[in-house]
């Protein structure tokens, strides 16, 4: 299966970067894909998936973990605080931290709820006035504003403009990551996901390469 491909043009762009095995990982991103699909790839054995929306993720999800283990789940869509509970309970990582109310909403409820999930803070590194992300300008000091919030921030995210060279922004998210003493790099997609790697992505998001196209809606 695709799977099984991708695992390989993984391993293969860790390798070519000179970087150790495993040290990426596979994100696999299920969002409006039936569940035939996902629960193929549950069963050849993967088990980190990726998922953009709440509700789908907790439509989906519940019944998944119910019935295999150690499933990690990633949202990695834009999040309305209205949903940041029901986010933090379903997922072990949201990638899209990306403006200080949301922070400051996610700090109170880990307090309340006594943990939360691996936090990525998204940058939109496009400077796209459509999308979510805080500015590459003020990046240093949000990434402050969520630790002093004592946020579990691991890193950092992007989705590169579209007609773009995504390379140019994965090593901006790169430098940004590394000035801020930040391991995480959630970068790549399923069109670019090795150039990722070759600039140290350790969180590829990949949805249409192993699934396959997905249903609109
Ligand atoms: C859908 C999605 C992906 C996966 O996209 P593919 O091109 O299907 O690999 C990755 N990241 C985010 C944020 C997404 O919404």
Redesign the pocket.
Known sequence: MALEDIKAQVAKAEADAGRAPGSVTLIA?S?MQPDARVEAVLDAGHRVF?E?RVQEAAGKWPGFRDRYDGIELHL??PLQTNKARQAMELSDAI?SVDRPKLAKTLARLAQEMGQCPDLFIQVNTGEEPQKAGILPADADAFVAECRALDLPVQGLMC?PPVNEEPSLHFALLAKIAERNGLGGLSMG???DFERAIALGATHV?????IFGA?ETG
């Open positions: 991103v969002k990726g953009n990695i869509g990638h989705i997609m399923s069109g998001r990949v949805g249409s390469a997905r």
